[in-house]
């Protein structure tokens, strides 16, 4: 019983891979179009194309730059005031960590 079970098992993993391996392109879809390489002049020709497209493109206003101005502008500071500002802050977290912590939750 067990032989035959094995033989049916290799038999159908022949078969299958016999199906895939039957299931080819059909005329014209086997190969790829046959090219010629380019030559060096056509190559260069086509590397100048494309610098001059990079070119015109990174020189005209694109729609990134446009946005930037809405964002809005960082308020200037003197490095006076910005010591001053984080002498606050430190001052502010100082007192934080002080104070006594709230306890949530039930009482015990």
């Known amino acids: 019983m067990k032989k035959l079970t094995l033989a049916m098992a290799l ?10 391996q039957a299931q080819t392109a059909g005329p014209g879809e086997d190969k790829a179009a046959p090219s010629t390489a380019a030559t060096a ?4 020709a086509a590397k100048r194309a494309r610098k001059t497209e990079g ?3 990174s020189k005209t206003d694109s729609s990134a730059d446009a946005d930037a101005a809405s964002m809005g502008t960082a ?9 001053q500002a984080a002498a606050k802050r430190k001052a502010a977290g100082a ?6 912590k709230e306890v949530s939750g039930p009482a015990s």
Not at 41 to 44: I, L, N, S
Not at 75 to 83: G, L
Not at 95 to 100: F, I, L, M, N, Q
């Open 95 to 100: 007192k934080a960590t002080k104070e006594p």
């Open 11 to 20: 038999a159908a993993l022949f078969a299958a891979g016999g199906l895939a």
């Open 41 to 44: 002049a056509e190559k260069a």
């Open 75 to 83: 308020k200037a500071m003197t490095k006076a005031e910005r010591k």
């Open 55 to 57: 070119a015109t493109a």
